[in-house]
């Protein structure tokens, strides 16, 4: 069983119809909130209606009845204990363009009156990366981009082994204005609120062209991160996205050349707790002779995969 996490104006109602047609309707539990129509009525019984919520209650049912897929505007933290971070799946889009498109939609549906500005002002910031509840993005099973929506569902299906087709639903009309009509005041005073999901969208963008490499290369992608470079020591983790033969090997460059390789087989408490392989042994630390100035990288050995989109300078 999967989890979609849909956050809202990313093209996921176009996903979830597609799995839908893929999966069939039965096999889809959908969680939009109590009030929503589309809330399917497992979620109704077991998590509106029930006090305390029966979490147990209702990942048996789900169990039983061979649910496929959770879907909803819900955080990751929702419905992770149930499907851990490899059964994890959601899409990012520029935040720009996807704040913009969700101002347009409560306009044109009376919810909002006033400009762009007013409306981001009120709204939720760095909406994106809140959702993924402290859980480093890169450790969720399948992370794509909206506007790159070919490559990620082709990557998708490919991890999976689905076969979830193209579909196109909730398109917003043509005559709506685009995000060039907003000012540059108006963008820098966003892009300036919204940091941390302007820089989320650019490392899972560079992260889906690493993972989209070795898809190619017919090479293992490894969900990886080089954490810290300081007091001579370097510190990350990594894990198969698919099981491997064992732990990741990492290989520790200093100014482009390799210096020493680590096993990410340490203790990890936070992925162990989401469901990180091996309980969480996923860490790695190597001792690196580091002077001011000196740039550290980190690969995947087997692969040449990079865990960081450019050097950690000291």
Partial sequence: MNFFMHIPKTAGTSFRVA?????????IVYDYGAASPVTSSLVQEFLFNARPAD???????????????????????RFLDGVGLAGAITFLRDPLERAFSEYLHFCREDRFQGSFRDYFLQARINHQSGMFSGVPPRAVGFVGITERYDDSLRLLNAHFGWRIRKRRVNRARWRDPGPDSISAEECADFYERNAKDVALYRDVCWYLDQRLRMHKQGQPFAHAALESCKDGKVKGWAFWAKPGPGP?????????VAVCRATADRPNRSLGRHGAPENGRVAFAARVSMQPGDEITAVVAPTGQPLCPQPVKV
């Fill in 19 to 27: 799995a839908e047609h893929y999966f069939g309707r039965e096999r």
């Fill in 55 to 77: 979490k147990t209650g209702f990942y048996r049912e789900c169990a039983r009845h061979e649910v496929a897929l959770l879907a909803g505007h819900k955080a990751l933290a």
């Fill in 248 to 256: 990741v090997i990492v290989e520790v460059r200093r100014n482009g």
